[in-house]
């Protein structure tokens, strides 16, 4: 067999996306807070597009021949050059040539309410400037972090230098809860000094504002709070000391223990209950960041006087683009060299597909909304116990869409409505069996509905998982006690033994300390 250097021709076949293709999908995955900020960059980057002002059109139609260039030799770009852009479809393409999103039906976790406006239906705190959501000057700056706190306090504290220095490192140890978890002998260490001077600047550190800060643990927080109050003594002590007792109910042995009365170990609980056992979570831990929703939803009322609702994009965060014609036609009576010309060519091309791009996902935005509210009537009308299971599949079918163009509709956008502010993976969740077997129910309609039982259940009749289950399936609801349990873990509810033993905690203190007045 002789080896030696040959030419081989080949012929394969392949998909490739255009750069323009993929800038539009990117764009549809963007936020409109996003979206803002890539057309700032591409202002700056193309000078043929401008910002248009309140009333004036979109685009200006130009003459054909000052479209053509000689770069818009592919269909697709003969296609933007001549204004149907749309009919590529860009946004809806072959799924051999995507990464899959696969829908597992779970959904999204719920959206951050927005604290702003007054909203009448509903459960969450709607959000509300006026008829079209919030404005982003609505919402305050960030307060002051915890450590920005300290560093402003430590320094009247002391005039000793090596002191401040070690309370300075101390204080940038100390997590956004207000605890040291740093030991003493390890920053010694790092720091090259005595032990004892470390333990001298968190003396210091403890003297500061808020009450409780620098603490190593929850007993010393609310003991530092104690002394505070000067409610700190022996018994006092004992308590603190033995604070997983009173987790675990043993009021009567904690009494006992503490060597004090009925009226004494009363007032002692509500003392410790008015203690704040994270003190570092009144301050903020930077610049508060606001979520602006991407779609506004309203009540309207029909001509027929049906009600229905007003879908929108909020424009008030996509500025207006425009390709300033006149500046094209001055510039290229003032292009001599064929690269300049092709530069400017380049400049117009890529200005045209920015402006259909942004078009196609407005659209394509609107239409997947429009087919959720649509699906999820019920929730706008009713609330959180009538959401339906819906998957992304469903709403994909529906809209003539692929479901990775779905998935890229619905992740990181807002819709806000007369019930709040919410993520659009929100409205998709996993499905129940209903108990007449005739359906399905929401995931997020059995959470809503345990969580109004456990909310509405006697202190002296703790309803278990078992009782759920009863419960739930006379309200139509076949779940299983596992689910029950997971479903009430995901809502921060506790089993039935935490529930009774923090209302037995709860009703003691109460009862003790009416009785203490009386």
């Given at each position: 067999?002789?080896?030696?250097?040959?030419?081989?021709?080949?012929?394969?076949?392949?998909?490739?996306?255009?750069?323009?293709?993929?800038?539009?999908?990117?764009?549809?995955?963007?936020?409109?807070?996003?979206?803002?900020?890539?057309?700032?960059?591409?202002?700056?980057?193309?000078?043929?597009?401008?910002?248009?002002?309140?009333?004036?059109?979109?685009?200006?139609?130009?003459?054909?021949?000052?479209?053509?260039?000689?770069?818009?030799?592919?269909?697709?770009?003969?296609?933007?050059?001549?204004?149907?852009?749309?009919?590529?479809?860009?946004?809806?393409?072959?799924?051999?040539?995507?990464?899959?999103?696969?829908?597992?039906?779970?959904?999204?976790?719920?959206?951050?309410?927005?604290?702003?406006?007054?909203?009448?239906?509903?459960?969450?705190?709607?959000?509300?400037?006026?008829?079209?959501?919030?404005?982003?000057?609505?919402?305050?700056?960030?307060?002051?972090?915890?450590?920005?706190?300290?560093?402003?306090?430590?320094?009247?504290?002391?005039?000793?230098?090596?002191?401040?220095?070690?309370?300075?490192?101390?204080?940038?140890?100390?997590?956004?809860?207000?605890?040291?978890?740093?030991?003493?002998?390890?920053?010694?260490?790092?720091?090259?000094?005595?032990?004892?001077?470390?333990?001298?600047?968190?003396?210091?550190?403890?003297?500061?504002?808020?009450?409780?800060?620098?603490?190593?643990?929850?007993?010393?927080?609310?003991?530092?709070?104690?002394?505070?109050?000067?409610?700190?003594?022996?018994?006092?002590?004992?308590?603190?000391?033995?604070l997983d007792l009173i987790g675990r109910g043993e009021l009567a042995r904690l009494r006992r223990m503490c060597g004090v009365d009925e009226d004494d170990f009363a007032d002692m609980l509500t003392e410790l209950r008015g203690y704040d056992p994270k003190p570092g979570l009144k301050f903020g831990g930077g610049?508060?960041?606001?979520?602006?929703?991407?779609?506004?939803?309203?009540?309207?009322?029909?001509?027929?006087?049906?009600?229905?609702?007003?879908?929108?994009?909020?424009?008030?965060?996509?500025?207006?683009?425009?390709?300033?014609?006149?500046?094209?036609?001055?510039?290229?009576?003032?292009?001599?060299?064929?690269?300049?010309?092709?530069?400017?060519?380049?400049?117009?091309?890529?200005?045209?597909?920015?402006?259909?791009?942004?078009?196609?996902?407005?659209?394509?935005?609107?239409?997947?909304?429009?087919?959720?509210?649509?699906?999820?009537?019920?929730?706008?009308?009713?609330?959180?116990?009538?959401?339906?299971?819906?998957?992304?599949?469903?709403?994909?079918?529906?809209?003539?869409?692929?479901?990775?163009?779905?998935?890229?509709?619905?992740?990181?956008?807002?819709?806000?409505?007369?019930?709040?502010?919410?993520?659009?993976?929100?409205?998709?969740?996993?499905?129940?069996?209903?108990?007449?077997?005739?359906?399905?129910?929401?995931?997020?309609?059995?959470?809503?509905?345990?969580?109004?039982?456990?909310?509405?259940?006697?202190?002296?009749?703790?309803?278990?998982?078992?009782?759920?289950?009863?419960?739930?399936?006379?309200?139509?609801?076949?779940?299983?006690?596992?689910?029950?349990?997971?479903?009430?873990?995901?809502?921060?509810?506790?089993?039935?033994?935490?529930?009774?033993?923090?209302?037995?905690?709860?009703?003691?203190?109460?009862?003790?300390?009416?009785?203490?007045?009386?």
């Amino acid at each position: 067999m002789v080896l030696g250097p040959r030419l081989d021709i080949r012929q394969t076949q392949s998909l490739v996306m255009t750069p323009q293709l993929q800038q539009a999908i990117k764009l549809l995955t963007l936020s409109n807070l996003e979206v803002e900020a890539f057309i700032g960059e591409a202002l700056d980057a193309n000078p043929l597009l401008d910002m248009a002002d309140a009333g004036e059109p979109a685009d200006v139609p130009v003459n054909p021949d000052l479209r053509r260039t000689h770069l818009e030799s592919s269909p697709v770009d003969q296609l933007v050059g001549e204004g149907r852009a749309a009919e590529d479809r860009p946004l809806d393409i072959d799924p051999a040539t995507l990464d899959r999103d696969r829908d597992t039906g779970d959904g999204g976790e719920r959206a951050a309410v927005a604290d702003s406006g007054d909203w009448s239906a509903g459960g969450g705190s709607g959000a509300g400037e006026g008829d079209e959501g919030p404005g982003i000057e609505s919402h305050g700056g960030g307060e002051a972090s915890l450590a920005e706190h300290l560093h402003a306090q430590i320094g009247a504290v002391t005039r000793d230098a090596q002191l401040l220095f070690i309370a300075r490192w101390l204080i940038d140890q100390i997590d956004d809860a207000g605890y040291l978890l740093q030991p003493l002998t390890e920053a010694a260490q790092m720091l090259g000094v005595p032990v004892p001077s470390v333990e001298a600047a968190l003396a210091l550190i403890h003297t500061l504002d808020p009450t409780g800060v620098g603490a190593r643990d929850l007993g010393e927080c609310l003991a530092l709070q104690a002394k505070e109050a000067d409610r700190y003594d022996p018994c006092m002590a004992r308590l603190l000391d033995n604070l997983d007792l009173i987790g675990r109910g043993e009021l009567a042995r904690l009494r006992r223990m503490c060597g004090v009365d009925e009226d004494d170990f009363a007032d002692m609980l509500t003392e410790l209950r008015g203690y704040d056992p994270k003190p570092g979570l009144k301050f903020g831990g930077g610049v508060a960041e606001s979520i602006v929703p991407d779609i506004l939803v309203r009540s309207v009322i029909t001509a027929d006087g049906a009600s229905g609702f007003d879908i929108a994009i909020n424009q008030a965060t996509l500025p207006r683009l425009i390709v300033n014609r006149s500046y094209f036609v001055e510039m290229r009576g003032a292009c001599v060299t064929r690269d300049a010309r092709a530069w400017l060519s380049e400049r117009l091309a890529d200005a045209n597909w920015l402006l259909k791009a942004l078009d196609q996902r407005q659209k394509t935005i609107l239409k997947v909304a429009s087919e959720i509210v649509r699906q999820q009537d019920g929730f706008f009308r009713h609330g959180v116990s009538h959401l339906r299971p819906l998957t992304l599949r469903a709403v994909a079918e529906t809209v003539a869409l692929h479901e990775s163009t779905v998935s890229r509709v619905t992740s990181n956008k807002y819709l806000h409505c007369a019930r709040g502010t919410f993520e659009l993976k929100y409205f998709f969740t996993s499905g129940v069996a209903s108990s007449d077997g005739e359906g399905t129910v929401s995931a997020e309609a059995v959470k809503a509905a345990i969580r109004q039982l456990i909310d509405a259940e006697d202190a002296a009749a703790v309803l278990s998982d078992d009782t759920l289950v009863d419960l739930l399936k006379a309200r139509g609801f076949d779940l299983a006690r596992r689910t029950v349990a997971k479903y009430r873990e995901a809502i921060g509810l506790g089993s039935s033994v935490q529930r009774r033993r923090q209302k037995a905690l709860g009703r003691t203190a109460a009862g003790q300390g009416a009785g203490a007045h009386a």
